[in-house]
């Protein structure tokens, strides 16, 4: 079907009648059903087709591609060359084991975090039997009708057919960094890419204006979709976290061959025998590289992507897994994301008269009662006053969403500010139909942050001759562009500023959301408006206060955030007097209580003054998108990890800017989505408590997996060092390092990627990101964790070796050894090592609580058994069977264990974060 497709190429040199009539389309009402089916059978959907990434066969052949698994292969080759094929064999076979392991375990990644992005479904609205739709993008055809806003993603190649200052981004197309100017008009043939102003091409984002076209092309026959063909789809699952760690295997393969050289040196200088010398070499080499350790970084943070999804965070860029367990600071929106955006009018302000209005939700029922000396209600006793009625009917008229009722039960489809004053106009036994059947709409300016106002242009009705336009946004942008008001008969008097800001005062200490409403007759034949006609001589109709109750969950959010040491400061385009409203119920404050910012109160401060306000405060009102950028900016300045939320076209930089951008995944506009390093399925704040929680518990489980694995590492190095050194016989041979690094440590390490956080992960300080890998308190803990393990093989294997006198036999004993040792030792830096005596006492509930680590163990314990009571593994690895009681003696080592288990524990704990205090 792909090969069917249009391309775009020439559509901008066609008038717009040739465009509509070439694609069967009609820009009056765009495509019928039927045209619609016809045109999925014959291009498909709209995703594009990328080549091809790298074949299977080649991504695990780069599974080899490590350094320290060089070392291994290297070996199996010598190994071979002197003719000990059994041993090459068995090394190349662990070598290979832990390929197939990598393998499959990054393709799954890969695979959730590739099926996660594109369960974040982009739509569109378009238009279709002439009535305008809400579909994915995915389901668009070549002939559909697009209607595009500001924040839309484009979501095809597209003619544009009407623009009002419509202006859109094209800089990942076109390289063009500012926004490009459109227009409708055909141009010439060979007008290059980046000047056809009347084409709008996929990918590209709307950044201000809106338009309406029609599809041109779709999915690779897009401008994109060509380019797309020779670009790979491909996942990343690179982190500074995975870069560290290949930066210290990089360090690690160094010392570990300039270490196994000196060896191997000494041994010579020695007398000894270079094979045995070079077998004590290998061995060392094998012991020191902790060769399950990448695959379990892989997991763990596959893991952890999964696990924020269900708690509806979606991962866009795998580094904020990372980043979210050293957050510091949460900047969020209030509306929506600390509130729960199911708004309800209370209050009205019209004509000098306040009202009050009853009922909740959506619902219509309810009432608008006149208030006197705003305690006593007064009922209306000749219907609704002039003023109080021009100001409802400007909240119902300059509105694009739509009230719908399921049930018993109410929504709104669109907005739901606007929703609300649908709501308050039906209680006042106003209907949206009706007037808008009545006063139809004859044009709009949409909102725009930049304006902080919405107008539509409406047909008088039957009475009046000229059109009005009808104006809603907040109290300062209206006010400023009002010259008169109206009182409660309809007449226009002077416009007292003073007290109506006293007003919206009164109403945002209340903790309400405050519109302002107001109107201006227009020309006689005028059809139009821009943003020049409502400059001035506007008349001032009202007030309405909504309230937007604080989401209980996000409350209980925020102390948590505030416990672990992450501040949290509400940034939001409301008065300020609402906002700290808000902030005081939801105790967003700091030592001093709730210190508030204005948005124009910082744009008069220096960097240095919005450095310290943005320390103080907790509260920033009225900011403008590009102060959003300063804060982030500042708070950065400071050392802090940011965390910032947005939704609008303009919050891009400051997402882009933050070390975590969040996007919310309901109301975002698709540039703010594509701009963050994650999305809020359900847009709220309790989720990015609920992600910080999950980025914490990743760092966790992989700081356990590396207190696990390198204390094994160091003991089996010091013990075939010193061996070698002393000219002793090797306790542990290579192969036998080999078996315990790859096949016990992963089945016994990776049960830590489960762990499910700790009841103290939000109850810590943030992890500083800038310190190493290995911190002081966990090379402490893997130091005293590596002596005790060479002391333990060492001296079963002395033991064994002098009493039994089998070196096989007495190697095999000091393995089983160091395995039944391990198993103390992984249960006390797991989950079920916080409580080991309750876990004793109730077997059954650490099965419930930890089955994958207890499975983990269970499946090693057997493998262990098959090392040493196998007879196919006796020739492989050199072992040899055991008895009963030498079984028994294998495990008596666990005892000691339990009493260095609990000193490691007190000098690292195992739940602290991996980065420790700031």
Known sequence: MVSDQLQSCAYHALSD????????????????????????????????????????????????????????????????????????????????????????????????????????????????????????????????????????????????????TLQIDESGLTGESVPVDKSIGPLRLDTPLAERTNMAYAGSFVTFGQGQGVVVATANGTEVGQISQSMENRVSLSTPLTRKFAKFSSTLLYAILTLATLTFAVGLGRGRDWVQMFEAAVALAVSAIPEGLPAVVTITLAIGVNRMAKRNAIIRKLPAVEALGSATVICSDKTGTLTENQMTVQAIYAGGQHYRVSGGGYSPKGEISRLSHNTTVEPFEDGLPPGLTACLMAGILCNDSQLKKTGKDWSVVGD??????????????????GLAAAHPRLDGIPFESQYQYMATLHHAGQDAGSPVIYVKGSVEALLSRCTQAMDLQGQLIPLEIAQIEKEVEAMATQGLRVLAFAQKSA????????????????????????????????????????????????????????????????????????????????????????????????????????????????????????????????????????????????????????????????????????????????????????????????????????????????????????????????????????EPKSQGTMQQPPMNPHQPLLTPTLLRRILAVSVFNWILIFGIFEWAKSTIGDVTLARTMAIQALVAARIIYLLSISQLGAKPMNYLRHPAKAIADAPILLSGIAIAFVLQILFSQWGVMNTLFATAPLTWNQWLICLLPMLPMMPMAIFTNRIDPPQANVAGNR
Not at 152 to 157: G, I, S, Y
Not at 635 to 661: C, R, S
Not at 681 to 688: E, H, K, L
Request: glycine share 8%; charged share 20%.
């Open 416 to 433: 739901p500010t606007e929703g609300a004053l649908i709501a308050v106009a039906e209680k006042a036994e106003m209907s949206q139909a």
């Open 17 to 164: 009648r040739e465009v509509t009539e070439s694609l069967n389309s009609n820009a009056e009402v765009g495509l019928t059903t039927e045209e619609v089916a016809r045109c999925y059978e014959q291009y498909g959907w709209n995703e594009l087709q990328f080549k091809p990434g790298k074949p299977a066969w080649l991504k695990f052949l780069l599974q080899f591609n490590q350094p320290l698994l060089y070392v291994l292969l290297l070996a199996g080759m010598v190994k071979a060359f002197l003719g000990s094929y059994t041993n090459a064999g068995v090394i190349w076979g662990v070598t290979l084991i832990n390929a197939i392991i990598g393998y499959v375990q990054e393709a799954k990644a890969e695979g959730a975090i590739a099926a996660l992005a594109k369960a974040v479904t982009t739509e569109t609205t378009v238009l279709r039997d002439g009535q305008t739709l809400r579909i994915p993008s995915r389901d668009l055809v070549p002939g559909d009708l697009v209607l595009l806003a500001s924040g839309d993603k484009v979501p095809a190649d597209i003619r544009l057919l009407k623009v009002r």
């Open 523 to 754: 020309a006689v034949h005028q059809h139009s408006i821009d943003h020049q006609d409502i400059a001035t001589d506007l008349v001032f109709l009202g007030l309405q206060g909504m309230i937007d109750p604080p989401r209980p969950e996000a409350i209980a959010a925020i102390h948590a955030c505030q416990t672990a040491g992450i501040q949290v400061k509400m940034i939001t385009g409301d008065h300020i007097a609402t906002a700290k409203a808000i902030a005081q119920r939801m105790g967003i404050k700091t030592a001093a209580g709730v210190i508030a910012f204005e948005g124009r109160q910082l744009a008069q401060m220096s960097d240095r003054e919005i450095t310290q306000a943005v320390e103080d405060g907790s509260v920033f009102a009225r900011v403008a998108p590009a102060q959003k950028l300063q804060l982030v900016e500042a708070l950065q300045a400071k050392g802090e990890i940011v965390a910032m939320t947005g939704d609008g076209v303009n919050d891009a930089p400051a997402l882009k800017q933050a070390d975590i951008g969040i996007a919310m995944g309901k109301g975002g506009t698709e540039v703010a989505r594509e701009s963050a390093d994650m999305l809020l399925t359900d847009d709220n704040f309790a989720s990015i408590k609920a992600a910080v929680e999950e980025g914490r518990t990743v760092y966790q489980n992989l700081r356990k997996a590396i207190a696990f694995l390198l204390p094994v590492n160091g003991g089996e190095s010091m013990t075939i060092l010193i061996s070698a050194l002393l000219a002793r016989e090797l306790p542990i041979l290579a192969l036998q390092v080999l078996w315990l690094n790859m096949i016990n440590s992963i089945t016994m390490t990776v049960p830590l990627a489960f």
